[in-house]
């Protein structure tokens, strides 16, 4: 057979076959390669228009110029806009990450809002670090740091309530202490000193002690009498008012001199201590430029009496009472008609 009927006859019969294997399913074609191995070939097309395409096959793509839209053609829902087609991403899908990310935000803000539930878990170190301000806000409930130590090492500014562990905000004043495992708010334990004068008398039974506050251990109360003359304290300790006794070297006194007349000898004779004290403490022969007109004294019934000494060959002491009115008789008559005692005053 002449070699050109030869060929021929294999285009006939490749053509056949071609014809043989045309799938109904437009878009694809199956062919014999020249190796004699059936392939598909797919015949989608692309068109750029306004309209439309006619005759569109399975997945044929249309750049629609009148909306500005890409589509492919589906044969359930013909021309579907490919932007309606969900990815899956991070948005809509888990997933792990194979290696070490990094995100720059390059100078630009990365919000998250409107979660129902924001978590960060992690079982290595999380770190939060900014060389700005980093806010932790939390409206209608609360922000727990949850671990064995918070630790903070800069300022702690708080523009609100700190919360103790009552639930307690604490009141103006209050201070906050430890409860041993916990910290709560208490009262001010700063000592305070309280004065109630223009009282007539110095009865400790009498005293007004400070009211409207609780005291607390050593709190101090002066209470000061009318005059003015003298003032007793007291201090707070445990759980009662203490008056608090001066030393041994401040509660003894020399009142000044005391002349006694025994010009003539009798028994009876009274003359009061007290009274010849406050004589001359409150009538002083003169004081220094800036001393008050007066030398404070003690009341009557704030002092023990003593008389030390004198001499009995002149005189016989009876009595001295609790306001110090010493009874005494003039025995003898001594040269110069007066006789002198040594008086001692101890403050109650």
């Known amino acids: 057979m002449p070699k050109n009927i030869k060929h021929i006859k294999t285009y006939i019969l490749t053509f056949a076959l071609v014809l043989l294997t045309f799938s109904a399913n437009a878009q694809e074609v199956r062919v014999i390669d020249n190796k004699g191995t059936i392939q598909t070939v797919n015949n989608n097309t692309v068109t750029t228009s306004t309209t439309a395409p006619t005759l569109p096959l399975e997945n044929d793509v249309w750049f629609d110029t009148t909306n500005n839209q890409i589509k492919i053609y589906d044969a359930v829902t013909p021309w579907k806009v490919i932007s309606n087609i969900t990815p899956e991403n991070i948005y809509n899908a888990d997933g792990n990450l194979t290696s ?5 935000g390059n100078g630009n803000s990365l919000d998250f809002t409107n979660f129902s539930r924001f978590d960060i878990r992690n079982s290595g170190f999380t770190n939060i670090e900014s060389t700005g301000s980093i806010a932790l806000r939390a409206t209608g409930g609360l922000i727990d740091l949850i671990g ?25 004043g209050q201070i906050l202490t430890s409860t041993g495992t916990g910290v709560e708010w208490a009262n001010n334990q700063q000592n305070t000193v309280t ?10 039974a009498t005293f007004s002690f ?7 251990e050593n709190d101090f109360f002066i209470y000061e009498l009318t005059s003015g003359e003298h003032s007793t304290i007291y201090i707070y300790n445990d759980g ?10 401040s509660r003894i006194f020399y009142p000044p001199s005391i002349a006694i ?24 022969a003169i004081g220094s430029t800036s001393a008050p007109a007066t030398i ?11 008389v030390t000494d004198y001499d009995t060959s002149i005189l016989t002491i009876n009595s001295i009472d609790d306001n110090g009115l010493m009874t005494y008789s003039v025995d003898n008559v001594p040269t110069n008609d007066n006789t002198i005692i040594n008086v001692v005053f101890v403050v109650k």
């Open 148 to 172: 064995s130590d918070t630790r903070i090492n800069e300022d702690l500014i708080l523009e609100k309530n700190l919360i103790d562990i009552n639930s307690s905000a604490g009141t103006s």
């Open 210 to 216: 400070p009211v409207g506050y609780t005291p607390i």
């Open 100 to 104: 070490n990310r990094a995100l720059n």
């Open 195 to 204: 004065k109630t004068s223009n009282s007539s008398t110095s009865t400790p």
């Open 296 to 306: 404070p004294t003690y009341n009557a019934d704030e002092l023990y009496y003593y």
């Open 240 to 249: 009662a008012w203490e008056q608090i006794a001066p030393t041994k070297a």
């Open 261 to 284: 007349d025994a010009s003539t000898t009798g028994s009876g004779r009274t003359i009061n201590l007290y009274t010849q004290y406050t004589a001359q403490f409150n009538s002083p």
